[in-house]
RNA sequence: GGUCCGAUAGCUCAACUGGAUAGAGCAACAGCCUUCUAAGCUGUAGGUUCGGGGUUCGAGUCCCUGUCGGAUCACCA
């Protein structure tokens, strides 16, 4: 039973009794603190129906749900609106409802099936805080999505081929003097990271000694020793060449294992991996079944294109005019593949930067056009970009923030502060490590996906370690306090069954406005998903333990001498104590018991 | 230059898709630990929702226009 919906459908059968008409889309809104009452229905747009000003309407509708609806007990108007005070029985059954549902915030399963790709990073470079929004955020969409009873395909495509990598690899071989990651004692993907860096370096200084020797700068460029060796090398990685290949597959080799301890401190997993070594020869191949059909067509120098202006968009180049693959031939492919892969799935989710909008525009236009009707259920998960105090993040000016030293120090900043408060006494030191891991990952991973994904958010190191108000640690917080309290109620032998709901007889204000935000949970899960924000998930779980807080803090549960009441209570608090270890964990953060 | 996105309290963000006197957190100030965990709670202060027009019972939200940010328009990924 949803409350929404039986309210709505006995709003509906008034105005059919009072006024003859059927109405279909009216608003219910919740009502404002200030005024008696949890539902509004904003009255002005019945009034043509009603042929009565809208106080004369909302009082109307007033009195007759109170006399027939059986679930509204008082209401009072205000100007157009309607605010309707439901009984208490009504909020006792929902209670109900929910504390006997073992699974509630998990819809039934649909039958559908949905892939979500989320990370995809080169293999240059290790993971940097705009990885950390994208993997967050990816995972945490396939978990709301699961939620929603859809069966659903993690998965991502590792950018391992091409220039970038070729990069780090030219650079390794000129200067790395054979160092590994167990020489060096550096993570794999820093390693090759650094190469990266050494290259940009080198670079740099031999385009600037070949333009003082009166190279133009574009000559420079490309006559750089160490570029034409990268450029050697890529040609050689696509000859197959078996030392260069070894090199990459050995540097690469570095890399995942690097990646895979990162992801592991995020708690971030997938279900399958997408390789664009792999797929680009899939898009090469499907790039030249297009040409035949004539989808695509070709330049005098071999070049083979895509035309879009009768779509406003420009031209767009597929293959090179040497053949190789650009970046939309992969994706292609991709795409293809996984349609493949997996027949069954109804669409698939890219959780990819704004800055490429234009990219997958095109990519699912291209889609469309090689006859794939899969290609309009293809969504873009476009999140904006995340921004530093300084200003944007430069790789090339050494100012991104490195994914393993952020959670670092996230953890550090919750062990100094929960060590300062003292809440480590009675815990072990593994217990303790658990807890401080939990609470500094939990804090990134809530301000991370408390914003609406679209906006480009600024990251605030200083507030991002906070633990107090709008934060994941004030909630897990709220679940310790709550679990306390269970804790309690088990060792006086407290338990509550369903029966002992009929004994409850009234509820405080506090207790009802607990519910009304615990309520509207599952819907705010539906909701999460079809706009693939889990900001909203992250806004009702904050909503809902600020709300259980000013409960917690008037009202002193265990000093209640009415048995039913207490019950009550225990049952209202096992229910917000679930329904926030399940909204958190849908944002991929785990609450602990006690902290 | 074309296209797209954004601008809300000092700062970071909300606002149920057109509804009531625009809400939270942080920062500031004033209170609350003898009862379940003060990482909490209560209160005060803080707003011309970038400017200007329009649409209607009603606009932060929709339309037009201007200003300021950002992204994109590569034989890069």
């Not at 027939?68 to 209401?75: A, E």
């Not at 294109?305 to 992969?330: F, P």
């Not at 994941?472 to 679940?479: A, S």
């Not at 949970?521 to 998903?529: D, R």
Request: with cysteine; aromatic share 10%.
């Amino acid at each position: 039973m949803n409350l929404d919906t039986l309210l709505r459908s006995e709003i509906q059968k008034s105005v059919l009794a009072l006024f003859g008409q059927q109405v279909e889309n009216f608003q219910l809104q919740p009502t404002n603190q200030e005024f008696e009452g949890s539902h509004t229905l904003v009255c002005f747009p019945l009034t043509k129906i009603s042929k009565k000003n809208p106080e004369e309407t909302a009082k109307a509708i007033g009195e007759y749900l109170v006399a027939n609806s059986g679930i509204v007990s008082r209401f009072n108007v205000v100007k157009g609106f309607l605010n309707l005070v439901l009984g208490d029985s009504v909020w006792l059954q929902m209670l109900e409802a929910i504390y006997t549902n073992p699974s509630f915030g998990q819809l039934p399963d649909n039958g559908e099936e949905i892939m979500i790709e989320y990370s995809s990073p080169n293999t240059n470079k290790p993971l940097h805080l705009g990885h950390l929004r994208n993997n967050f955020l990816g995972w945490s969409v396939a978990e709301i999505y699961k939620a929603n009873g859809y069966k659903v395909h993690k998965v991502q495509i590792i950018n391992d081929r091409g220039i970038h990598i070729c990069k780090s690899m030219a650079a390794w071989t000129l200067y790395g003097d054979g160092e590994t990651p167990q020489t060096s004692g550096m993570k794999g993907d820093h390693l090759v990271g650094k190469y990266y860096v050494e290259f940009d370096k080198a670079y740099k200084a031999q385009v600037k000694a070949l333009i003082e020797k009166g190279a133009s700068e574009a000559e420079a460029e490309k006559q750089a020793p160490i570029m034409k060796l990268a450029s050697e090398m890529l040609r050689k990685w696509e000859q197959k060449d078996s030392e260069v290949l070894q090199l990459w597959s050995m540097m690469n080799g570095w890399v995942y294992k690097g990646f895979n301890a990162t992801y592991e401190k995020m708690g971030v997993d997938f279900d399958k991996l997408y390789y664009e070594s792999d797929t680009y020869l899939l898009g090469k191949e499907e790039v030249m079944k297009g040409l035949e059909k004539g989808v695509f067509f070709k330049k005098e120098d071999g070049s083979v294109w895509v035309d879009l202006t009768g779509d406003g968009l420009d031209q767009k180049v597929l293959l090179r005019a040497d053949g190789t693959s650009v970046y939309m031939t992969q994706d292609i492919g991709t795409a293809i593949l996984r349609f493949r892969d997996f027949p069954k799935i109804g669409g698939q989710v890219y959780t990819v930067g704004n800055e490429q909008e234009y990219h997958f525009k095109v990519l699912f236009l291209i889609l469309g056009k090689l006859g794939y009707e899969w290609a309009k259920r293809c969504y873009h998960l476009s999140y904006g970009m995340v921004d530093l105090p300084t200003g944007k993040m430069k790789s090339r000016e050494g100012t991104v923030v490195d994914a393993d030293d952020l959670i670092d120090e996230m953890v550090k900043e919750a062990e100094q502060q929960t060590r300062e408060l003292g809440k480590v006494e009675d815990l072990t030191p593994q217990e303790a490590r658990q807890l401080f891991e939990m609470i500094g990952l939990g804090a990134l991973k809530f301000f991370l996906l408390k914003v609406d994904p679209k906006k480009r958010m600024l990251f605030d190191p200083n507030e991002s370690i906070q633990l107090q108000g709008f934060t994941g640690p004030f909630i897990q917080y709220t679940h310790a306090r709550i679990r306390a309290i269970l804790r309690k109620a088990e060792s006086l032998g407290i338990t509550v069954a369903k029966e002992d709901f009929k004994v409850i007889k009234s509820l405080e204000p506090a207790e009802r406005e607990v519910l009304q935000v615990l309520q509207t949970f599952e819907g705010k899960i539906k909701e999460a998903a079809r706009e693939y924000a889990p900001s909203i998930v992250a806004n009702l779980v904050y909503e809902l333990a600020k709300e259980y807080n000013q409960f917690y803090q008037n009202i002193p549960i265990f000093n209640e001498a009415d048995a039913g009441k207490l019950k009550g209570r225990i049952a209202l608090s096992k229910a917000v104590a679930d329904a926030i270890k399940k909204g958190m964990q849908l944002l991929g953060i785990q609450v602990p018991e006690r902290m």
